[in-house]
């Protein structure tokens, strides 16, 4: 369905609603005014409403004016917002007397009841009352009642649990606008807390969806199941027209009301009802909040296409090299030229000295010859806001590398960062842009298509392969640590580019997607993230839409994702850890694939680099293995939360041919031909290896598991072994058979080699070849099955049907 064009909204009239409460010098509508937006928003007609304002005298025509033998009696206060907790919602008949009653009734126990409440919880408290008790506070709640809303009584078809909807709009620091929507009600976020990951409720970046994409994503929640009758004892309450149309006018108003939209007078902070109910095929808002603001200024454009000189440079200076220690700087310089980067394109700022290990030397920024390309700073962070404005003014370079930390991880650091930060965007407002600047309390990069690296670690801690083919990937990091771990710890991860990023002082996540999305260097863009600047999650967002467009694997992990990991993010490279639901949700929707821990990015970061290439068709697994416990545990691994694969049926030809492959061993009578196949502990190589090919073949099936079984002694799985039965590079070996076997098809295959560092050898050689390698069978299955379901969301994305 597209309802997009259908749904008329009064932006003149909702604008002038904020305006009128401006004027009044408040950031908020009052819930009748909400009601007046949503009237105009092209959504469901809200129920009819009369403000009574406190001291009013209304006539019994006004009293009796709503339809209905009942009213909802309402309290309107800028500072109360639960108002059910403190007896400001009461229904009652619709009778002069009785409307009379209850609204004095409600005027005064309401803030007498909302004093007890703060009195209870005082850090609770609202600003205005901060410091009040007794009489005084009771006396300051009562001056800010503005009356009470007389609403129109629409019972719901409905009470039971799920018959309530939730919708809301939320402007957050790094995504920008973020849509929202799940089951409504009171205890709503006792719901997100406690159901399984999206099924309670759902959230999309405004940028980066639609009223009918955002409705295929609410369809996959217990809500939508209960709304549309698909749970026992429900009935339908709401028609998916309604539900796409709803969704489309708050999707379309938070575009409109955007920092990104620079016709924006006002910017929408959150607006929410909760809930909307259900009367006869109508949606009913019972409640609506809206905070609103104006646009903030913008900061002035990176000029990104420097980041091209950053990873390519042709002339590199490094400042801070010691001309007697291994400090920093002297092992930045030694990496430099160690990658084989030409010796008279490096020069070195330092006073007094001709030359380090062959380098030229100059005595300042003033001296040098010509502009370049890379300006790395290796200096304490008290020298550095002197030398970023000397980079200015000279335009010394067109990027620069802050290596040092203290620029804001700490609070007496952070004086010292903005002083930066406001000198980079000057610099950025001018007609040359400035240089872009990556860093500080960053490692560096290695980039092997530029030849060189600036990690400041000695070789002799983390050797280099230099004969080792790097992979057509990148690897950005906000951690220059996480990124080194990583690299020490499985070194088959080996990336075209490595890149820290640090504290994001000026280059951002956003900016290096963006410029990786174009670039032929790479088909895999890997992202460790610790926090966004402002609006950069939703630029990076936005970046990984462009990435995943032009045919790259993007995959993702975000730290900080509890409050403890947010208070450890932000001392570390002084990001800023946001709300860990709504990032996963954007990112996911952009079609980066996110890992759930770092095993599994590791993993991920693997599979990409070795499968890019490979046809993903759809998600049926076939799952082989000469171990009986391992044929189980990949049937065990292929559900969870976060993903879903299904066990291929074999065709009636793959089951002939295994078959046969099996009678010719004499294993017919131990194996029974089903998925999993469990084809015995005594299948050798070849049985092994014709069971892929067979399989591979197969036009139900999708993807290959296959176990090695490194222990059992029919197979070829060891390193220089003085009994050439076991010589895993036999001719009859598994490594070259299976290798065989994988370069004749387009379809993924997976090996697990489940045994000890004895077999490490052979994991190498299937690795050198294109095969991933996992140690267990179920490690396997899930970061191939999270692998697949990226990939075909991505080719969703590409063909225009996001699934």
């Known amino acids: ?29 009052f819930e009748y005014e909400v009601y007046n937006l949503l009237g105009h928003s092209g959504a469901e007609t809200p129920p009819k409403c009369i403000l009574i304002p406190r001291g009013g005298r209304p006539s019994d025509d006004e009293l009796l004016a709503l339809p209905g033998e009942r009213v909802v009696l309402k309290i309107v206060s800028p500072t109360i917002i639960h108002k059910t907790e403190v007896g400001g919602v009461r229904i009652v ?139 026992r004892g429900q009935r339908r309450v709401v028609t998916d027209e309604q539900l796409v149309e709803c969704f ?57 296409a420097k980041i091209d000189n950053l990873l390519h440079p042709q002339k590199i200076g490094v400042i801070g090299v010691s001309t007697t220690r291994r400090n920093f700087g002297r092992i930045i310089l030694d990496n430099i030229l160690a990658e084989g980067f030409p010796k008279e394109n490096v020069c070195v700022l330092r006073d007094g000295v001709q030359e380090i290990d062959g380098v030229r030397c100059y005595p300042s920024l003033e001296a040098l010859p010509e502009k370049l390309d890379l300006f790395v700073v290796a200096v304490g962070a008290a020298q550095v806001p002197e030398l970023v404005d000397e ?71 983390l050797p280099k392969n230099r004969t080792a083919v790097y992979h057509r990937a990148a690897l950005v990091s906000q951690s220059g640590a996480f990124m080194l771990h990583r690299s020490s710890q499985c070194p088959e991860m080996n ?28 088909d895999v863009i890997a992202v460790y993230a610790e926090g966004f600047n402002d609006l950069d999650g939703l630029e990076f967002c936005q970046a990984v839409r462009l990435a995943v467009l032009a045919g ?83 049937a065990d691994s292929i559900d969870s939360d976060d993903y879903q694969m299904a066990l291929a049926h074999f065709g009636e030809a793959s089951v002939r041919e295994i078959t046969k492959i099996l009678d010719a061993k004499k294993l ?43 222990l059992s002694p029919a197979m070829h799985t060891l390193l220089e072994t003085d009994v050439p039965t076991f010589a895993m590079d036999a001719e009859n070996g598994i490594v070259p058979l299976l290798t065989q076997v994988v370069s004749k ?21 299937l690795i050198a070849g294109g095969i991933p390698v996992f140690p267990v069978c179920d490690r396997a299955v899930a970061a191939l099955a999270l692998y697949i379901e990226g990939r075909l969301h991505a080719d969703s994305i590409r063909s225009g049907v996001v699934l």
Not at 7 to 28: C, K, M, W
Not at 450 to 455: A, C, Q, V
Not at 749 to 756: A, K, R, T
């Open 1 to 29: 369905m597209d309802v997009q064009s259908c749904v008329p909204i009064d932006y003149e009239i909702i604008t002038s609603l904020f305006r009128t409460a401006q004027d009044e010098g408040r950031d908020f509508l």
């Open 93 to 231: 008949p619709k009778t002069p007397d009785k409307i009379r009653s209850a609204i004095r009734r409600m005027l005064y126990e309401v803030p007498e009841n909302y004093a007890t409440m703060i009195n209870m919880n005082p850090s609770h408290a609202p600003e205005a009352y901060k410091g009040l008790a007794g009489d005084a506070l009771v006396a300051a709640i009562r001056r800010d009642l503005k009356g009470v809303l007389l609403v129109q009584f629409m019972p719901p078809d409905s009470s039971a649990f799920g018959n309530e909807l939730i919708v809301g709009l939320r402007y957050t620091r790094e995504f920008g606008m973020v849509v929202s929507a799940g089951l409504g009600g009171t205890d709503t976020e006792l719901y997100a807390e406690r159901f399984r990951k999206g099924q309670a409720i759902v959230a999309a970046s405004c940028e980066l969806t639609n009223g009918d994409e955002f409705f295929e994503l609410f369809r996959k929640t217990i809500s939508y199941r209960k709304l549309a009758g698909l749970t």
């Open 248 to 304: 489309t006018s708050f999707i379309e108003m938070g575009r409109h009301y955007s920092p990104l939209n620079p016709d924006a007078e006002f910017v929408i902070r959150e607006m929410e009802i909760n809930p909307y109910a259900f009367t006869d095929y109508l949606m009913v808002p019972l409640d609506g909040m809206c905070k609103f603001g104006k646009p903030g200024a913008r900061e002035n454009q990176r000029p990104v």
């Open 391 to 461: 980079v200015v003014r000279l335009d010394a370079a067109n990027s620069v590398m802050l290596i040092p930390g203290g620029m804001g991880e700490t609070e007496e650091s952070q004086e010292r960062a903005a002083k930066v930060i406001a000198a980079i965007d000057q610099a950025h407002g001018t007609d040359h842009g400035g240089p872009v600047f990556l860093g500080a309390n960053c490692m560096g990069v290695v980039s092997h298509p530029g030849k060189y690296d600036t990690w400041f670690i000695p070789e002799q801690k």
């Open 495 to 522: 990336p075209a580019y490595m890149i820290s990023l640090g504290n994001q002082t000026d280059l951002t996540l956003g900016d290096m997607v963006k410029y990786f999305s174009g670039s032929g260097q790479v």
């Open 552 to 634: 790259k694997d993007v995959i993702f992990y975000k730290a900080g994702r509890t409050p403890e990991g947010k208070n450890a993010t932000s001392g570390h490279t002084a990001s800023l850890a946001g709300d860990y639901m709504v990032c996963e949700s954007c990112v996911r929707q952009a079609g980066a694939i996110v890992a759930r821990n770092f095993t599994e990015f590791q993993d991920l970061i693997l599979l990409a680099e070795n499968l890019a290439t490979r046809t993903i068709r759809g998600n049926r697994l076939a799952a082989v293995s000469g171990a009986g416990f391992e044929a189980v545990g990949m």
């Open 668 to 710: 017919s009578g131990l194996v029974t031909v089903q998925n999993p196949l469990d084809i015995n502990p005594s299948a050798d190589d070849e049985a092994h290896a014709v069971s892929a090919d067979i399989l591979l073949d197969d036009e139900g099936v999708d993807a290959v598991v296959i176990g090695l079984d490194p």
């Open 745 to 765: 098809h387009d379809k993924p295959v997976v090996g697990v080699i489940d045994g000890g560092r004895l077999f490490d050898p052979m994991r190498d050689a």
